[in-house]
């Protein structure tokens, strides 16, 4: 059973460009969020995607932007980078109504994001 | 609102010792906390959680702690090992906000042999 996968696993950009990293839910799973985690923080939320759509989106500029394909697979696609956007971008999944099984939530190993 | 207060920013414990963690929470709408284990290079894993109906919840070594009325929970690590060494996280969601996660700032713990 194939836990959450994400790519690339780290990646350097330049100030400016775009940038776009990938994610596989939990196998079962169908609901993907995303988080940022800057050096020596906790996760902060960026969105979350159900059936394809964003649900619900935290205090993140429009520059962060996703998707969500027909397998549940997801992508988050941030433009016009800052030199502040480096960070571990992590990929949770979890099931939509799994209020029963205490709505559990895997996070995959992340993506480091550097922008120089 | 949303704020999930951790402390202490890090921790010292000997092999064999108790480590202990803790969280406080302000948004009377969570309703599920989990903790969290993360190592250096590595993504969050799901170490143990807890919903409000329950005082204590243990499984192995680690025990939840929570306390209700007074919006607080904590982590009890027993027996604490070097391999336990790794920075903790604990976080709280509510089910209207459809699992999305706050987290707390982090404890990163030591374990000496």
């Known amino acids: 059973d194939a836990g959450v996968t994400q790519s690339p696993t780290h990646l350097i950009k330049t100030r400016g460009q775009q940038v776009t990293l990938r994610c596989s839910p939990k196998?079962?799973?169908?609901?993907v969020s995303w988080y940022q985690q800057a050096l020596g923080q906790g996760p902060q939320f960026i969105f979350q995607?159900?059936?394809?759509?964003?649900?619900q989106r935290g205090n993140f500029p429009d520059r962060f932007s996703g998707h969500q394909f027909p397998n549940y697979s997801s992508e988050l696609n941030v433009n016009a980078l800052l030199l502040g956007d480096s960070a571990l971008y992590l990929c949770?999944?979890?099931?939509?109504?799994?209020?029963?099984?205490?709505?559990?939530?895997?996070f995959g190993e992340g993506s480091w994001l550097t922008v120089v | 609102q949303q704020q999930v207060k951790q402390s202490p920013q890090s921790l010292i414990v000997q092999k064999g010792g108790i480590s202990i963690i803790n969280c406080a929470y302000e948004?009377?709408?969570?309703?599920?906390f989990p903790w969290y284990q993360q190592f250096p290079g590595k993504g969050p894993a799901l170490l143990i959680a807890?919903?409000?109906?329950?005082s204590e919840k243990k499984e192995g070594r680690f025990t939840i702690s929570f306390n209700k009325s007074a919006k607080q929970f904590s982590l009890h690590i027993m027996d604490s090992q070097p391999g336990d060494s790794a920075t903790y996280f604990c976080?709280?969601?509510?089910?209207?906000?459809?699992?999305?996660?706050?987290f707390g700032s982090g404890t990163q713990l030591t374990v000496l042999p």
């Open positions: 949770a999944s979890s099931l939509m109504g799994d209020r029963g099984h205490g709505n559990t939530i895997y």
């Open positions: 196998s079962g799973h169908d609901t």
């Open positions: 995607y159900y059936e394809e759509e964003e649900r």
């Open positions: 948004n009377t709408a969570f309703d599920y």
């Open positions: 807890i919903r409000p109906d329950v």
């Open positions: 976080a709280a969601s509510g089910w209207g906000s459809a699992r999305q996660l706050t």
